[in-house]
């Protein structure tokens, strides 16, 4: 596989539920970040990770838990998630704190929360 | 506070060229991004511009003004695969992208 992988593509899970998301990069980056993308909003950054360690947490509700046990993997641990979280949730990976290095995103997983 | 202002949508015709607007207003200047979003897809990278001045890149193009907080993405010879959402954002600081809403682009034959 190559570029970044994300699952699963599709979620739907009610308020009481317990899921995680997974984001993995083939890329050899060594940041990682979750975006949450609603519709006609810009995409909000949740969490940044580099070299595994969280840089970046932009008041994100404690519902929402990433765990980056290495430099290749992202996970968002949910937990009695609201409508309101219902999304597409984006992991994207970049080349070190490099200015001009963009981000690569993966495909998302369109979450739905009843 | 931190702002980026794109249209929301645009429509344009097969063959012909459009040019996407945002301004920005952040506390921080490290470049600026365009990202192309087809429906239920990932973003995927266009351009980046940190100096002003234009850059080209086949069809497309992108332009940026620091002292107006202005850039434009200019698409020529449009394709009916160039519908999608073109997103702006700007670097502010190491990490963090700014991020505008995005211009859903319409491409009519």
């Known amino acids: 596989e190559t570029g970044v992988t994300q699952t699963p593509r599709h979620l739907v899970m009610g308020m009481t539920n317990k899921k995680s998301l997974k984001c993995e990069q083939h890329l050899g980056h060594n940041a990682m970040y979750w975006y949450k993308q609603s519709a006609k909003k810009p995409l909000e950054l949740m969490f940044v990770y580099n070299f595994k360690e969280q840089t970046e947490n932009n008041s994100v509700p404690s519902r929402f838990s990433p765990e980056c046990p290495n430099s290749s993997h992202l996970f968002l641990h949910l937990h009695t998630l609201q409508p309101e979280d219902s999304a597409l949730y984006l992991c994207a990976s970049s080349q070190e704190r490099g200015v001009a290095h963009e981000q690569f995103f993966g495909p998302g997983t369109r979450l739905t929360v009843l | 506070g931190q702002n980026i202002d794109q249209p929301t949508e645009m429509t344009a015709t097969e063959g012909a060229i459009v040019q996407i607007n945002c301004t920005y207003q952040?506390?921080?200047?490290?470049?600026l991004f365009w990202y192309q979003q087809h429906a239920g897809e990932a973003p995927t990278f266009l351009s980046y511009n940190v100096l002003d001045g234009l850059e080209e890149k086949g069809r497309f193009s992108s332009f940026l003004s620091r002292s107006k907080g202005y850039s434009y993405l200019l698409l020529k010879e449009l394709q009916m695969k160039d519908s999608a959402s073109y997103l702006c954002?700007?670097?502010?600081?190491?990490?963090?992208?700014?991020w505008g809403a995005g211009t859903k682009l319409i491409i009519k034959p």
């Open positions: 954002a700007v670097r502010d600081g190491d990490y963090q992208l700014i």
């Open positions: 952040t506390s921080g200047f490290n470049g």
